[in-house]
C-alpha cells in the first residue's frame, strides 16, 4: 500500500542494516510482534514493547513498529498511528534563523517563494520556530504547518517543515511535492546574490 505517498519504511530501511543494528530481519520482527498479538496494540505499546523487552533502540523500535502498522494495513504512508495524514520536507539554506522564519512571517518575504497560498499563523518562537493555518490558492483550508529551524554552526539553518491534518493520501501526495518545490525556491531567494 506505498500509494501515491511514497515508500513504506521497508523500503527505506533496509533489512540488513535492521538486522546489523537489532539482530533481526523485518520477517523475524514481525513474526516476534505477531506472536504478541500487537495488531490489537497501540502504536506506543508496541514501541515500547520493542524498548523493554528486546532492548530495541527508539529510533529502531519506532520503525520497527511503524515498519508492523504498514504491513498488517492498521496504517498506510503518509498516516500517522492516530489516523491523521501528514507530510514533511527539509532543506539547508544559507541563511540566519531569523531571515528564515521572516520569509515565512512577512508578506512580502512570503510572496517571493510561496504564493498563491495563505498562513495565519497560530505560534511564533523568534529564530526557532511557528505554527500556522494554510488555506490553498482557492482559500480552502488545507491544514496546519509546524516550521522548525536549526542554527547550523557555519552559520547555515535546517529549516523542517511539517504539515499535518491533510485530508487524505493523495493530499499527503500533493503537498510532499508541494514542500519540495517550494523549499527549492526559497533556498534560491534567500541565497540570491544582490
Not at 164 to 182: H, P
Amino acid at each position: 500500500m506505498s500509494g501515491a505517498t511514497g515508500r513504506r519504511i521497508t523500503g527505506k530501511l533496509s533489512d540488513g542494516a535492521l538486522r546489523g543494528a537489532t539482530g533481526r530481519g523485518w520477517a523475524d520482527w514481525f513474526d516476534v510482534l505477531d506472536a504478541w498479538d500487537a495488531t490489537r496494540r497501540t502504536h506506543a505499546e508496541i514501541a515500547a514493547y520493542l524498548g523493554t523487552e528486546h532492548r530495541m533502540g527508539g529510533w529502531y523500535a519506532q520503525s520497527v513498529a511503524v515498519g508492523y502498522e504498514q504491513e498488517r494495513g492498521l496504517r498506510e504512508v503518509g498516516q500517522s498511528s492516530s489516523g491523521d495524514w501528514n507530510t514533511s520536507g527539509s532543506r539547508t539554506l544559507a541563511a540566519p534563523p531569523e531571515r528564515v522564519l521572516a520569509a515565512f512571517t512577512e508578506p512580502g518575504q512570503r510572496g517571493r517563494w510561496l504564493p498563491d497560498v495563505e498562513l495565519s499563523v497560530r505560534t511564533l518562537r523568534p529564530g526557532r520556530s511557528l505554527t500556522a493555518d494554510l488555506r490553498d490558492e482557492s482559500g480552502d483550508a488545507a491544514g496546519r504547518v509546524s516550521v522548525r529551524l536549526e542554527a547550523l554552526p557555519d552559520g547555515r539553518t535546517r529549516v523542517g517543515v511539517g504539515h499535518g491534518k491533510l485530508a487524505d493520501a493523495a493530499a499527503v501526495a500533493r503537498y510532499k511535492a508541494f514542500w519540495k518545490e517550494r523549499l527549492a525556491v526559497l533556498k534560491a531567494v534567500l541565497e540570491e546574490r544582490g
